[in-house]
């Protein structure tokens, strides 16, 4: 009766804990985080009393959290890549929105000032005219204002939420080392809710900054970022933290918290939301707005340098239409010289845009991408006579390098934000080429004037005319002056202009040359201006303006199509996980209920047998006290 009386207790105790159980899944079903708890029973070992081992009831051997640390693995780096796709998928968007948008993109006000130039090709001597193609570059260049003003919005932005993540991942860290310590004191007694708690923290941390975990043998888990940085070490958590960007007082870097202070990290040791934000800033935002840069600087370069080949409505040679700064340099903050740089466009077809480290190795310069660290071709000294020449931009150094200086070189960075319309007058639109030619009635060759353009405005301003007389084929005098050797195709050049002979001239060919009067009505140089979209400026002369925006929106949009299905794709991995993590930890109602039946019947079993031992032993006194 003792044994069945102890047998019927211990199952009453263990189904008691198992009803328990089954209500705390039920209770915790909806739970974010919470995985299946299931309590193992093991049969009490039988005493041997003669007649063969006799079991003696039931214990709970432990109560068991249903998962499985290799789905758990896939499931943090699973949510790692979806943070960092997310962000950078719906970064990417914004940019993307922006330049292909007709109310927010270049198309619109790139279409109205050329078609205004057309205008005055049509109608060089009309006011309106003039006037109208003057508004339209106001407008034109208020658009790359306005654009790379929501470019530089975006760069405040990601700063913004870099703090906000940076701050959120070092709270979920310092809960995830708190918990390794409960977890650590509690030992083979650790609550499975409390192992919960800590990877739901692990799961979230991975979502903001990409994790891996590393399981030690007291319970604990180490936590690293994807390039190895340690985030949590047993019981204590590592930092993150931002630094100023030592080339940019106005960005943030991401940095994590060593015993001398922040260590930057590079953009590629991290995952998550916060890698997403490091990756669109260098791979989408920067080039963007370099880009958009570029195309300002070669559309403002290129009119400007067609402007002040001819002449305008008063006679005089053409001045510039646009204005747009210089390319930006920047000294490191632990720069120990004196040295600073003077930049300039040298050759819009090498113009690239890209950012570029400079380093002075106490001898010479050289020159690396920024971000990637690749060699970039560099030449020149430094000095005025002989400049650094990197990228399609010249550099002048002052002042005098240490060893170890470094700038870094924006070409174009800040040029969207600062082009501007310089002219203010119409009749400074140069329409007119600056020379009028006359063909000789007696010439024997072919050759016609072509294109005059001025070359030297204070020279220029001196040219009353001229008289062109070819000795033969190959040479020619200048109003006596002479002989100047020719060759086909190439201009020939006076005091201040320049003029373009189309076919062959033969020997005692003549041409006349005058200055265009003021109020002309030629239109050859407007011509000029209107072709501008359509020269090929860029990329060594192969490359012309409006193929070049249409390449940049192109490749954005590109861009963002391809954040977007990686996202779809990554996604479609993530739910995958997702399923086998709930088909293993997930609570399922109906079998839940199934165990509340089975546990409730064995709990009224186990009662039954205490109450059949409590029968047995109440007749067995009855019958003593007979």
């Known amino acids: 009766m003792t044994g069945m009386l102890s047998t019927g207790s211990s199952a009453l105790l263990a189904f008691q804990r198992a009803l328990s159980t089954v209500g705390h899944n039920v209770a915790n079903a909806a739970t974010p985080g919470y995985s299946r708890q299931r309590v193992d029973l093991v049969a009490r070992p039988g005493i041997d009393r003669g007649a063969g081992a006799i079991g003696t009831g039931v214990d709970v051997q432990a109560l068991q959290r249903l998962a499985d640390s290799l789905v758990f693995a896939r499931q943090i780096d699973s949510s790692g890549e979806v943070g960092r796709l997310q962000q950078l998928s719906d970064s990417a968007s914004r940019v993307d929105k922006l330049l292909s948008d007709s109310a927010s993109g270049l198309s619109g006000p790139w279409s109205a000032f050329f078609g205004a130039v057309e205008g005055v090709v049509s109608a060089p001597t009309s006011q309106v005219a003039r006037s109208q193609l003057l508004d339209s570059a106001r407008q034109l260049t208020s658009r790359w204002q306005s654009i790379d003003g929501q470019l530089a919005r975006m760069e405040s932005d990601t700063n913004a939420d870099l703090k906000a993540h940076v701050e959120s991942a070092n709270q979920l860290a310092n809960e995830i080392a708190n918990l390794n310590r409960d977890i650590v004191g509690a030992g083979s007694n650790a609550s499975p809710d409390l192992i919960d708690q800590r990877a739901l923290r692990i799961n979230k941390l991975a979502a903001l900054v990409g994790v891996t975990a590393v399981e030690q043998d007291n319970g604990a888990i180490n936590l690293f970022t994807t390039g190895g940085q340690p985030l949590v070490l047993n019981q204590r958590a590592m930092g993150l933290a931002t630094t100023q960007d030592p080339y940019r007082s106005d960005r943030l870097q991401l940095a994590v918290q060593g015993a001398q202070g922040p260590v930057p990290l590079p953009a590629g040791t991290v995952s998550g939301e916060i890698g997403g934000l490091l990756e669109f800033r260098s791979r989408v935002l920067d080039p963007s707005r370099a880009e958009l840069g570029r195309l300002a600087t070669a559309f403002a370069q290129s009119f400007n340098a067609t402007q002040r080949a001819g002449v305008d409505y008063n006679g005089n040679p053409g001045a510039d239409v646009f204005s747009i700064p210089p390319p930006r340099t920047s000294a490191h903050s632990g720069n120990t010289g004196t040295a600073t740089l003077s930049a300039s466009i040298a050759d819009l077809g090498q113009l690239t845009g890209q950012d570029v480290v400079l380093r002075f190795d106490g001898t010479a310069w050289n020159a690396t991408r920024a971000g990637s660290g690749e060699a970039v071709p560099i030449t020149g000294t430094g000095n005025a006579a002989d ?38 007058d119409p009749n400074g639109i140069a329409a007119a080429q600056p020379i009028q030619s006359t063909i000789d009635e007696a010439n024997l060759g072919n050759a016609k004037p072509g294109a005059t353009r001025v070359t030297d405005p204070i020279a220029f301003a001196s040219f009353a005319g001229a008289t062109i007389d070819f000795i033969d084929a190959n040479q020619y005098t200048i109003d006596g002056a002479g002989p100047f050797g020719y060759t086909p195709g190439t201009p020939i050049a006076g005091n201040g202009w320049s003029l373009s002979l189309e076919g062959t001239p033969a020997a005692g060919d003549s041409f006349t040359l005058a200055r265009t ?62 399923a086998e993590v709930d088909s293993l930890s997930g609570v399922n109602l109906d079998e839940e ?19 059949t031992a409590d029968t047995m032993f109440q007749t067995l006194l009855s019958s003593v006290r007979r």
């Open 517 to 578: 009067p003021p109020r002309s009505s030629d239109n050859a140089n407007a011509r000029l201006l209107a072709a501008i979209d359509d020269n090929p400026v860029l990329a060594g002369g192969t490359l012309a303006l409006t193929t070049a925006m249409s390449q940049f929106s192109g490749s954005i949009g590109s861009e963002a199509r391809h954040a977007k299905l990686t996202l779809d794709a990554q996604t479609a991995i993530d739910k995958q996980v997702a």
């Open 387 to 424: 400049p650094l020449r990197v990228g399609g931009v010249s550099l002048v150094v002052g002042g005098t390098p240490a060893s170890g200086d470094r700038f870094m070189l924006q070409p174009t960075a800040a040029a969207a934000a600062n082009i501007r319309v310089s002219m203010t």
């Open 593 to 611: 209920a199934a165990n509340l039946m089975r546990f409730q019947q064995a709990y009224q079993a186990a009662a039954q047998v205490i109450s």
